[in-house]
């Protein structure tokens, strides 16, 4: 069963407009989550980690929420450009030994 | 600075040949991390240090092994290749809580 969903549709945006990805999961009670960017035919980049006591953290355009009533955290990436195009992964530590777990992504496309 | 070196970056093997992903890092991090990523499966994580000399199995750790002798150096064997190996290898390094950086992958096909 899947541990950790993201939407595996990909989210198609208007250059300028804001992109909102989702992750959730289950049973787990991480002391924090982390998002990375991909892309194709490259290794995945680290961009925010956001801990359990955080509700909020924000990186100039990139913003991450972590509700763990909700066992859910929204990425947003402000002002998107095409640049911004590529796949997003939300990641956890599940029980809190360092052995990260990761989402399948959600690919992003933004058009000019 | 390098970050995480992976080699080689493509590689073709017959079944049931053996060969050695090599992974270096040059950030003086104690935690490595071998990964597969399969269409559909995401990354799954095969094995895991936390320091030259200690290793840990992770989700899909069967047909491989691994060591780490230095803190640098974290190589993944395949002991005898079989299709299912197919698949792209990523090696990370860490420090502990912290994010990961990853290396650039190694596309392995297992035929």
């Known amino acids: 069963s899947q541990k950790i969903e993201q939407n595996s549709e990909a989210l198609n945006i208007q250059e300028g407009k804001t992109a909102t990805l989702t992750c959730n999961y289950t049973?787990?009670?991480?002391?924090?989550l982390q998002w990375y960017r991909q892309d194709p035919g490259r290794g995945p980049v680290f961009l925010l980690l956001?801990?359990?006591?955080?509700k909020e953290k924000r990186k100039e355009r990139l913003k991450v929420t972590f509700d763990t009533t909700l066992k859910q955290s929204l990425f947003h990436i402000t002002a998107s450009q095409p640049a911004d195009s590529a796949t997003y992964l939300c990641?956890?530590?599940?029980?809190?030994?360092?052995?990260?777990?990761f989402g399948t992504g959600t690919r992003l496309q933004v058009f000019p | 600075n390098a970050g995480v070196t992976q080699t080689p970056k493509f590689q073709v093997l017959k079944t049931g040949q053996s060969m050695t992903l090599q992974c270096a890092q040059d950030?003086?991090?104690?935690?490595m991390s071998w990964y597969r990523q399969d269409p559909g499966m995401g990354l799954r994580l095969i094995h895991y240090s936390v320091g030259a000399g200690i290793t840990d199995q992770g989700e899909v750790p069967n047909g491989y092994n691994v060591s780490r002798s230095t803190t640098e150096d974290f190589p993944l064997r395949l002991l005898s290749a079989a299709p299912s190996q197919t698949s792209v290898y990523f090696c990370?390094?860490?420090?502990?809580?912290?994010?990961?950086?990853f290396g650039s992958g190694t596309r392995l096909t297992v035929v």
């Open positions: 956001i801990r359990e006591n955080e």
């Open positions: 049973n787990y009670s991480p002391a924090y």
């Open positions: 950030m003086n991090h104690e935690y």
């Open positions: 990370a390094s860490f420090r502990q809580g912290g994010g990961y950086t």
């Open positions: 990641a956890l530590d599940p029980y809190n030994t360092d052995k990260l777990i």
